[in-house]
C-alpha cells in the first residue's frame, strides 16, 4: 500500500498549503529533485571527506599539540562512535520533524564544529568537538536519503543515489590526497577549517531549494527508552570492535561488552514489540529485500573497508609513498566507483537490483582476491586492475544496496531506513578492520620469529618480538637506531614479507566474505515502496 505524502514548504514565513494530491509539479528551484541533489550532495560530501581526510592530519596534529598515540586514535574514535551510534535516532528525528530541518541542523552544527576544531589548543576539545561532528553528521546523512526519497519518482531515484553514492566514494578516497596537500602546505588546521565555507554553501543552497517532504502518518512521539537501549547496545559493539585490537580478542573486557551489547540489542527487540510507535518497527525486517540489503551492507563494508585498511599501510610503509601518492594511486578505484555509481543507477532501474548486485560482489570478491597476490615489488600498473575492479564492483552495490533498504521501508520510515543503512556501513567499516587486523595480527606473530630466524637475524626476546610485531602490523621495519646498513636492509625484507603474508590473508578472508555477500544479494529486489515519495517537485 503506498503512503501518501503531504508536502511543507517550511521557512518561507508560515505554513504553506500541502501540495496537490495529484503531484503537481512545484515551481522554480525550491523543490526541483535535481538540484535538491547537489543540495544534499554538498553536504554529504563534508561527512564523508572527513571519514578520511583528517587521518593524515593526526601526526601533525599530535606533533602541534603535545598528544600521545592513545590521544591521536580519539581524535577518530570519537568522531566514529557518536556517528555510529546516533545515526539511527537520528533518522527518526527527521521522520518526526521533517528531513529538510534535520538537514540544515547538521550541516549548521558539522561546520561550526568543524570551525571550532580548528581553533582549539589543546587535544580534549579537538576530541570533544570530534563528537559533536559525529553527531551533527548523523543528523545530516539520513535526511540526505530521505529528501531524495521524497523527491525523486521511482523511476529516476536510482540515479540519483548513484549520484549520491559516486560523491562519497569520490570524497572518502579524495581525502587522503586533499588531506595531505593541506597539511602539507598549509596546516593541520585548514583540514577542517575547510568545512566551514563548505556548510555554509550547503546551507544557503538548503534554505533556497529544500522543500519539506513529511508522510501523512509519520510518527508523532519518541521512544525514548528504545532510543537509549539501542544507543547503548551500538555503543559497547562498536566499543568492543574499536578496543579489541588493543585489548585482544580473548580479554574479557571484549567479551563484556559483547555480550553487554547482545544484551542490549535483545532488550531493545523485545521493548519495540511493547511500544505503540517503535524507534525501529521489527516489521520492517519481515521485508526479506530490506533485510538482505542491510546485511549486504554490513558485508561489502566489512571486504572493502577492512582490506582497504592494509592498502593504505602497502602504499606507504611497503612502498614508500607519501601520503598524496599513496591517495593518487587510489585513484582508479575512486575513478571507476565516480564512473560506475551513475551507470549502476541506469542498470538496477532496467534489470532490477539483484543482477547488478551480484555482479558488484563478484567483481568484489576477485579484486580482494587479486589484491592478496600483491608483492613488495608489484608494479603501479597491476595494482591499479584490482583498484580499478575494486571500484567497478563497489558501484552497484552501494547504490543498489541503498535503494533496497530505503525503497522498501514505508515513506514514514525513509529517515530510519536512512539510518539503518549508514549504520550497517558503519558498524561493517569497523567489523572489516577489526576481524580481518585480528587476522593480520595472527598471521604476523605466527610468522615473525621464523622468518626473522631464516634470514639470519639474532633471536628477539619476548617483549622485543612483540614490539617487532605491532611494526609489521602496519608494514614497518622495527630498525632501531644505529642499525647497521646491511641488518637494515634484511630487518626490512623480512618486516615487508611478513607483512605482505599478513596482508594476502585479509585480502582472502575479504574476498569470501564478498562470495557470501554474491548470494546475499540474490534475495534482494526492487523497493515495493519506492514510489511513494515519486511525482513531487519536475525533473
Known sequence: MTSQTTIETTGQGGEAPAAPADGAPARGLRGHPWFTLITVAVGVM?????????????????????????????????????????????????????????????????????????LSHTIALVVTFRVFQGLFGALLMPAALGL???????????????????VIGASTAGGPILGGLLVQHVSWQSVFFINVPVGLIALTLGLLILLDHRAEN?????????????????????????KAPSWGWGDGKTWLFIGLSVLGFALFSFWETRVKEPLIPLGLFRSVPLSAGVVLMVLMAIAFMGGLFFVTFYLQNVHGMSPVDAGLHLLPLTGMMIVGSPLAGLAITKLGPRIPLASGMAATAIAMYGMSTLKADTSSGLMSIWFALLGFGLAPVMVGATEVIVGNAPMELSGVAGGLQQAAMQIGGSLGTAVLGAVMASKVDNDLAGNWVAAGLPKLTGAQEALASQAVQQGAAPVAKGTPEAIAAKISVVAHDT?????????????????????????????????????????
Not at 568522531?79 to 521533517?98: E, H, N, P, W
Not at 512521539?221 to 551500538?234: E, H, Q, R
Request: charge should be neutral; aromatic fraction near 8%.
Open 46 to 118: 563534508m561527512v564523508a571527506l572527513d571519514g578520511t581526510i583528517v587521518a593524515i592530519a593526526n601526526p601533525a596534529i599530535a606533533k602541534d599539540l603535545g598528544a600521545t598515540f592513545a590521544d591521536v586514535q580519539w581524535i577518530t574514535n570519537a568522531y566514529f562512535l557518536a556517528l555510529a551510534v546516533s545515526l539511527i535516532t537520528a533518522g527518526k528525528l527527521g521522520d518526526r520533524f521533517g528531513h529538510r530541518q534535520t538537514f540544515l541542523i547538521g550541516v549548521t552544527g558539522f561546520a561550526a564544529a568543524s570551525g571550532a576544531i580548528g
Open 148 to 166: 531524495l526519497r521524497a523527491t525523486f519518482p521511482a523511476e529516476k531515484l536510482n540515479m540519483a543515489i548513484g549520484i549520491w553514492g559516486m
Open 218 to 242: 509519520a510518527p508523532r512521539s519518541f521512544d525514548i527508552l528504545g532510543i537509549v537501549l539501542l544507543s547503548g547496545a551500538m555503543f559497547c559493539l562498536v566499543w568492543a570492535l574499536i
Open 499 to 539: 607483512f605482505i603474508s599478513g596482508m594476502s590473508l585479509a585480502c582472502l578472508v575479504a574476498s569470501v566474505v564478498a562470495v557470501v555477500a554474491v548470494f546475499v544479494a540474490l534475495l534482494t529486489k526492487r523497493g515495493e515502496n519506492a514510489e511513494a515519495g515519486a511525482g513531487v517537485g519536475h525533473i
